[in-house]
């Protein structure tokens, strides 16, 4: 019971290189160049913003030839872009690394291998009930198959640490320019490897997701400022001129705003987080964070809270099955970070007001429970004000008002809403620096979930404060 409480929301963090990051910031690379700002793509930003340089990038691609075996003057240009790659990122090879090009169909084949094998069952189903819960996905979508489609139409690249084997999208021969940066992306992958072994730095099946996609950021912030930098130093300009110059964004456009937040976070606040650190110290100060890697999403929104370490508070919940009532199972537990906070906002009202609302935040568990077919979530928050904790109050409650809209029944006071709606029963009580939030499917349970929330509030802040 109790490994199936710790089991991990999502195993597959995985290393890839992104049509649509990497377009965006070889463009805003070469763009930089004749003195346009740097167009990097933000949580909020609009995939269709990119959709002119990213189309070039995927007609590109396309236009290359079906998958052949490696030619040996192929073989001669991978060598090329590893010793050129690792000179730039100052890590030297300490093993040869074998590649693989793939097409579209073949890059599927293998994410399903790849699913099958570090996707776990009840990771799915807890992914699957907790964003539905959540209100971040539709019943009628399948978190499975959303995150196949969009790996599918994004992913270009992708290293696997568990076979130290490295993909590119692309035909053998020629080896283009946007298939070589690709490979000099993934090839720093490898490097992080055999460096400081990313089985160790990012391990599978995390009990603490949020600190998971933080160390993400770091590992895709160091490849895609690598990979910027090689593209900029090798390329000729005609070549950095045709990079980023097509691609296809319609998956991405219509893909559920928590899912798209979660793929660009470690290429975008990531990248943002590294460039700082090798302002400072170059790659010798990119090292050192892999030894002392951000502990949240917290840590690498707000960079300066990474400098300071700024800890995540630990915040626990007991089993809830029993308080929740009979046949009530726990099916996991996990952190929900400022990431995910932000997206639960936002996805209910604007960018600006879930930046602010997700600010300040200092811990946060959730509790998945089952019954048969039905869900309850129990979310206990901690932040660092009690200011911080009010505006995050207010905000998640006027979300729950837009998700639900007239067919919501809610009560409110200062300090509590409760929402009525078909199939929910809602509670979120503040109570000094805390939020909790429980989300069940009958009044029943919502009650019972909601009356333990009342009376462990009380408890939490007393010897703290
Ligand atoms: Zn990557």
New binding site residues.
């Given amino acids: 019971m109790l490994v199936s409480v710790m089991a991990a929301r999502r195993a597959l963090l995985l290393?890839?290189?992104l049509l649509l990051a990497g377009a965006l910031t070889l463009a805003g690379l070469s763009f930089q160049q004749q003195g346009t700002p740097l167009p990097v793509a933000s949580l909020q930003a609009e995939p269709a913003d990119a959709r002119p340089a990213v189309q070039r990038l995927a007609d590109g691609l396309a236009t290359l030839d079906p998958a052949g075996p490696i030619a040996q003057s192929v073989a001669a240009d991978l060598e090329r872009v590893e010793a050129a790659t690792a000179d730039l990122r100052h890590l030297q090879p300490a093993a040869t690394v074998s590649t693989d090009f793939l097409d579209q169909p073949q890059l599927r084949d293998l994410f399903v291998q790849i699913f099958d094998r570090d996707y776990l069952p009840e990771e799915r189903e807890t992914d699957q009930r907790l964003l539905v819960t959540l209100g971040l996905l539709r019943p009628d979508q399948d978190i499975v198959r959303e995150w196949l489609d969009l790996y599918q139409e994004q992913v270009i690249?992708l290293?696997d640490s568990d076979t130290k084997k490295l993909y590119v999208v692309a035909d053998a021969s020629p080896l283009g320019p946007e298939a070589r940066v690709t490979f000099s992306?993934?090839y720093?992958?490898a490097l992080q490897d055999q460096h400081f072994s990313l089985a160790t730095v990012a391990p599978k099946h995390p009990d603490n997701q949020d600190r998971s996609l933080a160390v993400h950021a770091l590992?895709?912030g160091d490849?895609?400022l690598s990979m910027a930098i090689y593209a900029t130093r090798q390329l000729t300009t005609d070549e950095l001129a045709q990079l980023g110059q097509s691609g296809e964004t319609s998956h991405l456009a219509q893909t559920p705003l928590v899912l798209r937040a979660e793929l660009l976070f470690?290429?975008d606040d990531g990248l943002r987080l590294v460039r700082q650190l090798y302002s400072r110290g170059g790659f010798g100060a990119v090292d050192q964070a892999f030894a002392d890697p951000p502990q949240s999403t917290e840590q690498v929104l707000h960079p300066e809270k990474y400098d300071q370490r700024e800890a995540p508070e630990p915040v626990e919940l007991p089993d809830l099955g029993p308080t929740a009532g009979d046949e009530w199972q726990v099916l996991s537990s996990n952190t929900l970070g400022e990431l995910y906070l932000r997206v639960l906002i936002e996805q209910y009202s604007t960018p600006a007001t879930a930046r602010v609302a997700a600010a300040g935040w200092g811990g946060d568990r959730w509790e998945l429970l089952t019954r048969g077919e039905q869900t309850a979530l129990v979310l206990r928050t901690v932040w660092d004000t009690e200011r911080d904790a009010q505006e995050f109050f207010s905000a998640y409650a006027q979300g729950l008002q837009a998700r639900f809209g007239p067919q919501a029944q809610a009560e409110r006071s200062a300090d509590q809403v409760r929402l009525r709606a078909p199939g929910y029963w809602i509670s979120v009580r503040q109570h000094a620096r805390g939020v909790d939030v429980a989300i069940a499917p009958d009044a029943g349970t919502g009650e019972r979930l909601d009356e333990w929330m009342s009376q462990s509030a009380d408890l939490r802040f007393e010897s703290a404060e």
């Fill in positions: 290393l890839v290189s690249g290293y992306h993934e720093v992958h590992i895709e490849a895609t470690p290429y």
